[in-house]
């Protein structure tokens, strides 16, 4: 792959994309809100009853087991008077979930229930005022939600991904532990990072001692929307083990003895949370610390990261840099992924010239 088209130099995309509230706006519809995103993971929901809250694509959210086995997500927010329905992350739900604010309850599959001496004869309809819905499906033992209901279902927008997978037993994995913190980082601006290994022998020392960085590849599938990473190890083989990228910030690295699974929340123009969840296939006590020490190096990589992409943001804030050239040797999948959001803000017709562009 290569970053050069006709020959010509590429560049980044206008450093406004990246601080702009009003882009981050355009974004959390045509991007966020429109594409499966991660989560939870379904071991989390295993009776009904079983819930998890949380924000998705901006939007307070929240997943629940219902009677029938299903699981269903909904806006946190009850449709009466907007109060936050479900305050904890995670829990166990009666039959009825009631509201704290006016005891509007509603049953687990999202139908209100009952609204609270209403009174009066004013047309009001308890049959038209149920949870707002949003689409959720799981893969995998992961649970993926999205805000705009309708479009392709998650195993056609996972792609050849779901087919290349198959071997590694990620459902049998036991969650083992996580590690989330915020930064001061646009989701454009980590992605990009996540996809280019210019910068490895600078900042990553210890992976550059594991792995063979001049035989590091990834290439990009921009029809199907993800990257794929290929890390040869040093003594010449291929680890055993998958990394893809899924746009805009899925992040699935697979191995037979455990898996390491992130994604981003972003939090507004230049901010995200990012959000890393470790399993293994054997988290018995005898494997407990060889298993911390794996989840920390992986981690570790991340804070190297994040320290220096955390002052990419600040300069790219600051008004002074606007933008630079790609190297058509190590960042032909930083053009891919640029490539995609350009595609995205524009319904996928590909081509658009962003505002700031």
């Known amino acids: 792959m290569s970053s050069s088209q006709n020959g010509l130099l590429q560049w980044t995309l206008p450093a406004q994309l990246y601080r702009d509230?009003?882009?981050?706006?355009?974004?959390?519809?045509?991007?966020?809100?429109?594409?499966?995103?991660?989560?939870?993971?379904?071991?989390?929901?295993?009776?009904?009853?079983?819930?998890?809250?949380?924000?998705?694509?901006?939007y307070p959210i929240f997943v629940m087991r219902g009677d029938d086995g299903a699981l269903r997500g909904f806006h946190n927010v009850c449709r009466h008077r907007g109060a936050t329905l479900l305050a904890k992350e995670s829990g166990?739900?009666?039959?009825?979930?009631?509201?704290?604010?006016?005891?509007?309850?509603?049953?687990?599959?999202?139908?209100?229930?009952?609204?609270?001496?209403?009174?009066?004869?004013?047309?009001f309809d308890e049959k038209e005022w149920g949870l707002i819905e949003i689409d959720i499906s799981e893969w995998r033992g992961l649970v993926f939600g999205r805000i705009r209901r309708g479009g392709e279902d998650l195993k056609s927008w996972l792609g050849p991904i779901d087919e290349m997978a198959r071997d590694y037993p990620l459902e049998t994995q036991t969650y083992f532990t996580s590690k989330n913190r915020e930064a001061d980082v646009d989701w454009k601006t980590y992605g990009e990072n996540y996809l280019e290994c210019y910068h490895c022998r600078?900042?990553?020392?210890?992976?550059?001692?594991?792995?063979?960085?001049?035989?590091?590849?990834?290439?990009?599938?921009?029809?199907?929307?993800?990257?794929?990473?290929?890390?040869?190890?040093?003594?010449?083989?291929?680890?055993?083990?998958?990394?893809?990228?899924?746009?805009?910030?899925?992040?699935?690295?697979?191995?037979?003895?455990?898996?390491?699974?992130?994604?981003?929340?972003?939090?507004?123009?230049?901010?995200i949370r990012h959000i890393n969840w470790y399993f293994f296939q054997d988290v018995s006590p005898q494997r407990a610390e060889e298993n911390q020490r794996s989840a920390e190096w992986s981690a570790q990589i991340i804070t190297e990261d994040l320290d220096i992409i955390t002052g990419v943001q600040r300069n790219l804030n600051s008004g002074i840099y606007e933008r630079g050239p790609l190297s058509p040797k190590y960042e032909h999948a930083v053009k891919g992924f640029q490539d995609m959001v350009r595609d995205a803000m524009s319904g996928g017709g590909g081509g658009l010239k962003l505002a700031a562009e």
């Open 21 to 58: 509230g009003e882009n981050y706006e355009r974004e959390r519809q045509a991007i966020f809100a429109a594409n499966w995103c991660l989560f939870t993971w379904s071991a989390r929901l295993e009776k009904p009853g079983d819930y998890v809250s949380g924000v998705l694509a901006g």
């Open 92 to 123: 166990d739900c009666s039959k009825l979930l009631v509201c704290p604010y006016h005891s509007w309850s509603y049953r687990r599959d999202g139908r209100l229930a009952k609204a609270t001496d209403f009174g009066g004869d004013v047309g």
């Open 202 to 271: 600078t900042m990553h020392p210890g992976l550059c001692a594991a792995m063979d960085i001049e035989r590091y590849t990834i290439d990009v599938h921009r029809e199907h929307g993800f990257f794929h990473l290929y890390a040869p190890k040093r003594d010449g083989g291929l680890t055993r083990g998958l990394y893809f990228y899924r746009f805009p910030y899925l992040m699935l690295n697979l191995y037979d003895w455990g898996s390491s699974i992130a994604t981003v929340e972003p939090l507004g123009a230049g901010r």
